[in-house]
T-cell receptor, first 117, second 114 residues
Framework: AQTVTQSQPEMSVQEAETVTLSCTYD???????LFWYKQPPSRQMILVIR??????QNATENRFSVNFQKAAKSFSLKISDSQLGDTAMYFC??????????????FGKGITLSVRP | GAGVSQSPSNKVTEKGKDVELRCDPI?????LYWYRQSLGQGLEFLIY????????KSGLPSDRFSAERTGGSVSTLTIQRTQQEDSAVYLC????????????FGQGTRLTVV
């Protein structure tokens, strides 16, 4: 079974600075998908960024980028120029490439990020 | 609708009562997930439906929990004989296919068992 580990429960960053959120996972599969989701106080889960394991290039979405290290099974999220609206809980998630019942999303425990003004 | 809709948004129930939580996924999405999130905690997987495949029920915590998905669309999560430890936010998500596609979440149902 796949597992996703987010070992940092909380982090804090000054507005406009850069912060990196860590995530590691365990799988025996060679191809899979990784995601970072954001959950602000409103409770609405929003996709931040998505990475396909067979793509070596790290995904980027505006101020958000990932450092995907497949051999190390590491998938960290970098937030540049942090904004107050980035304050939220962030979840790392894993999905296998298969359809059918094996395709469920497995989440880490999440990290609470606070952006200080 | 434009997104995943869950109802009710909040539910307070007495210990021992049964509750039903509803999820309306995005039209055309074949995959549907239920998760439970306790206060300030991560997402605990409950059950996953994908098309006509047998659902993955491996996350259901006890036989008091059950879920169904009728006609490949609306899903209902039922909790029988609720206990105080069932208090949590129950999140539903759907995705177009499952494998590798983005899951879109509803805003959840906050269940409080008193």
């Amino acid at each position: 079974a796949q597992t996703v580990t987010q070992s940092q429960p909380e982090m804090s960053v000054q507005e406009a600075e850069t912060v990196t959120l860590s995530c590691t996972y365990d799988t025996s599969e060679s191809n899979y998908y990784l995601f970072w989701y954001k959950q602000p106080p409103s409770r609405q889960m929003i996709l931040v960024i998505r990475q396909e394991a067979y793509k070596q290039q790290n995904a980027t979405e505006n101020r958000f980028s990932v450092n995907f290290q497949k051999a190390a099974k590491s998938f960290s999220l970098k937030i540049s120029d942090s904004q107050l609206g980035d304050t939220a809980m962030y979840f790392c998630a894993f999905m296998s490439p298969f359809t059918g019942a094996n395709s469920k999303l497995t989440f880490g425990k999440g990290i609470t990020l606070s952006v200080r003004p | 609708g434009a997104g995943v809709s869950q109802s009710p948004s909040n539910k307070v129930t007495e210990k021992g009562k049964d509750v039903e939580l509803r999820c309306d996924p995005i039209s055309g999405h074949t995959a549907l997930y239920w998760y439970r999130q306790s206060l300030g905690q991560g997402l605990e997987f409950l059950i996953y439906f994908q098309g006509n495949s047998a659902p993955d029920k491996s996350g259901l915590p006890s036989d008091r929990f059950s879920a169904e998905r009728t006609g490949g669309s609306v899903s209902t999560l039922t909790i029988q004989r609720t206990q105080q430890e069932d208090s949590a936010v129950y999140l539903c998500a759907s995705s177009p296919q499952g494998a590798g596609t983005e899951a879109f979440f509803g805003q959840g149902t906050r269940l409080t068992v008193v």
